[in-house]
């Protein structure tokens, strides 16, 4: 490696741990009950989602080297990415509240659909799915239209008659250091989710609430705290997931 | 007539009944012509394969085989992968007769850590397993050495099937090719008849460069 990208990196590299590793362990108390729990909740949801986002990532990206019109289409799996994540909560929280709104307004056909989302969506686990997958749905897409453009995996699948779900199914196991980074990268990225869940699903609590209820409740020393037992299990995790699937 | 952004590709007529050869400039239009044959981009015209008009067709139904430039990683073990294909079209019968043509064997246990050059035979494998009326060839040797070059054009050569092979190397194309196409500008300026005996024997002598190691 040239000097000065050595340079370039070795700065960086000490910025960033001097920011967010050495000086905030001045700060660093014990994180208050509910460390593991949150954590381990995080992980278990975050692979389920990043796992849903895969297929529709994928397709996305085989539509986006298309072209045309479905090719357009695919850039709405953007979308997430590219506002405000407190946005997306409000959005998927106005969407869920509709039955409600109609079953109040006299559609009492929509009032089974209220209660089900109620009961089962909004500050519910599967809530907390539904906005993570939504969230990793960007990493997927950009992974997997990264790869396609190196390698044109899908001509090479079809021209041998392979189509539909099998095609894709093909296409995630031939690209599979593209899958294997896509379900990494989108993984840790449900850690560092927290506008969406704060509006949408913020019970059960995952990490990032958890560390936003630590510093209001117990100030900065505990969010310190789990902050930092986030960085590192989640470093070491992604770094043995990364090898092992690669 | 196909396009890729504001480049058009227009073909009078290419009938390809052997192996031919289309050579060509980076940008000449040779992958758009591939593309627009293998149905992957829109075309205008006709495409004919398998004696039948299949230029409505999607790629999965057009029964044109499409081996590229980089060679796309076998989604499971080889030998699991090849089954797949073949179940697939009917050709489980000739699995183990393409794995000795091709001469990959000891790949059939394996499923990552392949090199380029095993990479490419496997999908030249899969290729011949899905039965197709022709293959498709986009600069298949184009990050394969000199021998593993040799060995596949040997093999595209005792094919005895219509391949449209997309080079840019023109001494390559005069070793595979009957005929080879010059294409230009979008366009098949000219189409000549392959000259082998020549290349052969210049092949032969290259090929003794490595004869001591193997």
């Known amino acids: ?39 381990v909740l995080t992980a278990v949801f975050g692979l389920a989602a990043s796992l849903l986002s895969l297929v529709p990532g994928l397709a996305a990206a085989v539509a986006a080297r298309r072209g045309g019109a479905w090719g ?62 939504v969230m990793a749905l960007p990493t997927s897409f950009s992974i997997f239209d990264g790869a396609l453009r190196e390698e044109r995996a899908e001509a090479f699948f079809r021209a041998l008659g392979f189509s539909g779900l099998r095609l894709l199914l093909l296409l995630l196991l031939s ?19 927290l506008g969406v869940l704060l509006i949408f699903a913020s019970y059960p609590v995952t990490a ?16 310190v705290g789990a902050s930092l037992a986030v960085i590192a299990a989640v470093a070491a995790l992604a770094f043995v997931a990364r090898r092992w699937l690669s | 007539m196909a396009r890729r952004g504001s480049f058009v590709v227009r073909v009078d007529r290419l009938e390809v009944n052997s192996v031919v050869s ?28 398998c004696g039948r008009d299949v230029s409505r067709l999607p790629p999965e139904r057009r029964g044109l085989a499409y081996v590229q430039s980089v060679p796309v990683d076998p989604p499971t073990r080889v030998d699991r992968f090849l089954r797949m294909v073949a179940r697939m079209h009917g050709a489980e019968a000739e699995v183990g007769e393409v794995v000795r043509r091709l001469g990959i064997e000891t790949l059939l246990p394996r499923r990552g850590g392949l090199s380029t050059g095993q990479k490419q035979l496997v999908n030249l ?29 040997d093999v595209v050569k005792a094919l005895g099937m219509p391949v449209l092979y997309v080079t840019h190397d023109p001494f390559e194309a005069m070793y595979v090719a009957d ?22 024997q210049v092949y032969r002598v290259a090929e003794s460069f490595w004869s001591p190691l193997r």
């Not at chain 2, 289309?22 to 006709?46: M, Q």
């Open chain 1, 1 to 39: 490696m040239d000097s000065f990208a050595k340079a370039v990196v070795g700065l960086t590299a000490s910025v960033l741990l001097l920011l967010m590793v050495a000086l905030p362990l001045l700060y660093v108390d014990p994180p208050p009950p509910g460390f593991v729990e949150s954590f």
């Open chain 1, 72 to 133: 357009a289409l695919a850039q709405v799996l953007y979308i997430p990415a590219v506002v405000p994540p407190t946005s997306v909560g409000v959005l998927l929280l106005a969407s869920f509240s509709l039955p409600r709104l109609f079953c109040g307004g006299g559609v009492e056909v929509l009032c089974p659909s209220a209660s089900f989302v109620s009961e089962h969506v909004i500050n519910r686990p599967l809530g907390v799915l539904i906005a993570m997958a």
């Open chain 1, 175 to 193: 690209l599979r250091s593209a899958t294997a980074s896509a379900l990494v990268f989108s993984w840790v990225r449900s850690f560092g989710e």
């Open chain 1, 208 to 223: 990032s609430i958890y560390i936003y209820q630590a510093w209001l409740s117990y100030g900065v020393g505990p969010a």
């Open chain 2, 22 to 49: 289309v050579v060509g400039r980076n940008g000449s239009g040779k992958t758009t012509l591939l593309d627009a044959i293998a149905g992957v981009i829109k075309a205008e015209g006709r495409v004919a394969a």
């Open chain 2, 125 to 153: 494998a899969a290729a011949l397993l899905a039965r197709p009326c022709a293959f498709l060839m986009d600069e298949p040797t184009s990050h394969l050495d000199w021998l593993n070059k040799k060995r596949f054009n």
């Open chain 2, 179 to 200: 005929v080879i196409c010059v294409m230009e500008g979008g366009r098949i300026l000219r189409c000549v008849g392959g000259q082998r005996e020549e290349l052969e």
